[in-house]
């Protein structure tokens, strides 16, 4: 994760012993500015919050992507990772070496772990299971073998199998994470304790051990790496407790939908939704039902806005922003590399020319080469966006071509498909000009769309068929939410006009849809289209969308106010 990077680069930059030492005392330059030191304990605290944060997050990511792939028939063996809860967690193996440690240090001596290591109870959703809920359902009457064999196939081969037994699944990795929540506390407490031991930190060099045996160095060592402890399992807590509380609200949802059967271990018990973590909406396109998390293959995706994830990564991203000049300041006394940083190693900057360990390169350049080109405006990666196409974003810093960034305020956007129908839905957009090639469809280079072969992009194709029975309705409701009419204007090189509306007529989607080849017509894309924008109401806002970059920077575009433009991330079509 590139925050945690950008934390361990900039903490050992300013890297100063919080235990003073009289060599450091007697420096010429009467070592670390307080600032600095300041500094340094306060990234510290942030990395650690980071890998906390970093470790409950990639333990969901890790189980429920393991639940969703599930097999479908039910008698098939279950992952290790299910099967073994609570063993399995990440954060339980945390847990348990901080458990060492604080049997280590002394003085605050650790309980025994009470947590079940036997595996998890079996899924009841096999052939008994069903049949037992099936003869509960029937009553008094008895349904005939074949029958009941024909209701069983049916039900796994449509899925229903696999559909209850994920939903057993998500209960059973609640109650393992929920376990932990105690643990976490037990060990948050003896942390705490050991953390807030007063010691002389500045003297470690004149005294040696006490009566006890007990080293003043040694204990102050230990009072440190207890609050490293203390604020890596804080942050994991608060990630493992939210994880919890998104899972009971989906599974609150479900049984909202469908309905709870009593007496069972997936009933949730009264109150359960309201008091969980999580509850943001989001409207989707295809059907108005709430979603809390969209997910996909790119990286556009969508989450509640009260998700505990996203808001500590975006604290502690503008507290890497907030600690950069701080970094430059310690280059600029030092020189780059400073003194007292490791950084050699094997990856060659081509900025440079120097060699640096991993953590100081990404992508080709060093970390002290990427803020001074991000800092002049200029693409740190390519040299391409630099001197032809000038995708560089000055507000934030960053490409938006080489990074799939997006900045409402420069009017320009990396997207894929879902990403654009969000942009279009929030703005929102009355005006929509789309590419056809690599964009809308699947098809490159200006050959004509062959059915079977070239498929459109399912998101803007949903998204155009929603905002064209919006046209059609006289109240302006296209069905998914989607309340206002929406122009659409294809705008291609690709001259096979003819067949491009053909398949647009298949998908149901040509009706109302302009299609525009600038060949045939003898204009350019960045002459239609601005032509159309001078046509449209004063404030009025319009999307284009392209996978080539070099007409979406052309001034024209850039000059029209209302415009904005998206390079198209066309490696998410559906092939």
């Not at 440690?101 to 650790?110: S, Y």
């Not at 998500?170 to 393992?176: E, G, I, K, T």
């Not at 409207?283 to 969209?294: P, T």
């Amino acid at each position: 994760m590139r925050v945690e990077k950008d934390l361990r680069q900039l903490t050992a930059l300013c890297h100063c012993p919080i235990v003073a030492r009289a060599a450091d005392r007697d420096r010429p330059d009467g070592g670390p500015e307080p600032r600095q030191q300041q500094g340094y304990e306060r990234l510290s605290e942030a990395l650690m919050q980071c890998k906390g944060l970093v470790l409950a997050m990639q333990d969901a990511r890790t189980f429920t992507k393991s639940i969703c792939s599930v097999p479908r028939h039910p008698d098939e063996e279950r992952f290790p990772q299910l099967k073994y809860l609570p063993d399995s967690l990440m954060v339980l193996k945390r847990i348990r070496q901080c458990e060492k440690f604080l049997t280590k240090t002394g003085g605050c001596r650790a309980e025994a772990l009470d947590i079940p290591s036997s595996p998890s109870h079996e899924i009841s959703w096999g052939r008994r299971g069903f049949e037992d809920r099936l003869l509960r359902t029937e009553g008094e009457q008895v349904l005939p073998a074949d029958v009941r064999e024909y209701l069983w196939k049916s039900f796994v081969a449509r899925g229903g199998s696999k559909l209850m037994v994920i939903r057993e699944e998500l209960y059973n990795y609640r109650s393992a994470l929920s376990s932990t929540l105690p643990l976490f506390d037990s060990c948050l407490d003896r942390l705490a304790m050991l953390a807030e031991q007063e010691l002389d930190l500045r003297e470690d060099e004149e005294k040696g051990e006490e009566e006890d045996g007990s080293s003043p160095v040694r204990n102050c060592r230990s009072s440190i790496k207890a609050r490293r402890q203390l604020q890596l399992l804080r942050s994991c807590r608060e990630g493992v407790e939210d994880t919890v509380g998104w899972l009971s609200t989906i599974l609150g949802m479900w049984r909202r939908e469908k309905g709870g059967e009593e007496g069972e271990q997936e009933s949730v018990e009264e109150g359960e939704e309201e008091n969980a973590t999580g509850g943001g909406k989001e409207e989707s396109c295809r059907q108005s039902q709430v979603r809390n998390f969209v997910a996909g293959e790119g990286r556009n995706f969508c989450l509640p806005k009260n998700f505990l994830f996203q808001v500590r990564l975006n604290h502690l991203k503008r507290i890497v922003s907030s600690f950069k000049p701080l970094a430059q300041q310690v280059i600029s006394r030092s020189g780059w590399p400073p003194p007292h940083l490791i950084a050699a190693g094997k990856f060659q900057c081509r900025a440079c020319g120097f060699s640096f360990g991993d953590l100081w390169v990404h992508r080709g350049v060093c970390a002290h080469c990427e803020e001074e080109q991000r800092n002049k405006g200029m693409c740190p990666y390519s040299d391409e966006c630099n001197f032809s196409y000038r995708c560089f974003c000055p507000h934030s810093k960053k490409c938006i071509r080489c990074e799939d960034w997006s900045c409402d305020t420069c009017r320009l956007h990396r997207l894929d498909g879902a990403g654009l129908v969000d942009l279009v839905r929030r703005l929102p957009a009355t005006r929509l000009f789309l590419d056809f090639d690599q964009t809308l469809c699947s098809s490159k280079s200006g050959f004509p769309p062959v059915p079977g072969k070239h498929r459109l992009q399912e998101d803007v194709a949903e998204l155009l068929r929603c905002a064209q029975r919006a046209g059609e309705n006289e109240q302006g409701e296209g069905g998914g939410g989607w309340e206002r009419s929406l122009r659409v204007s294809i705008v291609s090189r690709n001259p096979h006009k003819k067949e491009i509306m053909e398949m647009l007529q298949r998908r149901g989607i040509g009706d109302r849809v302009e299609v525009c080849c600038v060949k045939v017509e003898r204009t350019t894309k960045v002459g239609k289209i601005a032509d159309d924008m001078r046509g449209e109401e004063r404030g009025a806002v319009a999307v284009y969308a392209d996978d080539d970059v070099r007409e979406l920077i052309d001034p024209t575009l850039t000059a029209c106010s209302g415009l904005h433009r998206v390079i198209f991330s066309f490696r998410e079509l559906t092939s």
